[in-house]
């Protein structure tokens, strides 16, 4: 199965408006990091926000929140606001402990595009 | 405070040739994992290195290798290069290693093998 689910190859937004990436995760580790990141098409993959498995409440970087509903498996990034910039491949990610190594897993990526 | 640091940036090497890549991760930050991507096949990991040491390894063939020295640096290499091996690698560093803990990419080597 995969781990890491991202079911929209690509969005359209209009700028200013909100926009939700889904994203589900699939683990049987009580103990995970999920993440997202932006990669612009220069190549860099930006880290944009973080939710562990135990935190409470979402997380959210300023313009960025992540939806997390632990019992669905899903971690949706909000962004609200969109600007021209925020046009990029998004990936959601999963951090899990495997014995005592780490492995980190990739969804294939959503290309957001925001129309003027 | 620098980010990761790869370099080169962008390479051209030819079939059967060997490449090296490296990796100076964010000052501090012990953890350095590597990763290819390509359109095709997405994002995927190649290995991961703590103190010197290599603590994972993902499904590539023996040709890809790496190292970790004792600042932390990290290298890794690809021998005897197919066609298939154009793409873009990057490094990511961690501070400690554990699955709460958020990494940092550089900007990635664009390799392309003609």
Known sequence: AQKITQTQPGMFVQEKEAVTLDCTYDTSDPSYGLFWYKQPSSGEMIFLIYQGSYDQQNATEGRYSLNFQKARKSANLVISASQLGDSAMYFCAMREAVGNFNKFYFGSGTKLNVKP | ?114
């Open chain 2, 1 to 114: 405070k620098a980010g990761v640091t790869q370099t080169p940036r962008y390479l051209i090497k030819t079939r059967g040739q060997q490449v090296t890549l490296s990796c100076s991760p964010i000052s501090g930050h012990r953890s350095v994992s590597w990763y290819q991507q390509t359109p095709g096949q997405g994002l995927q990991f190649l290995f991961e290195y703590f103190s010197e040491t290599q603590r994972n390894k993902g499904n590539f063939p023996g040709r890809f290798s790496g190292r970790q020295f004792s600042n932390s640096r990290s290298e890794m290499n690809v021998s005897t290069l197919e066609l298939g091996d154009s793409a873009l690698y990057l490094c990511a560093s961690s501070l400690v290693r554990g699955p709460g803990n958020t990494i940092y990419f550089g900007e990635g080597s664009w390799l392309t093998v003609v």
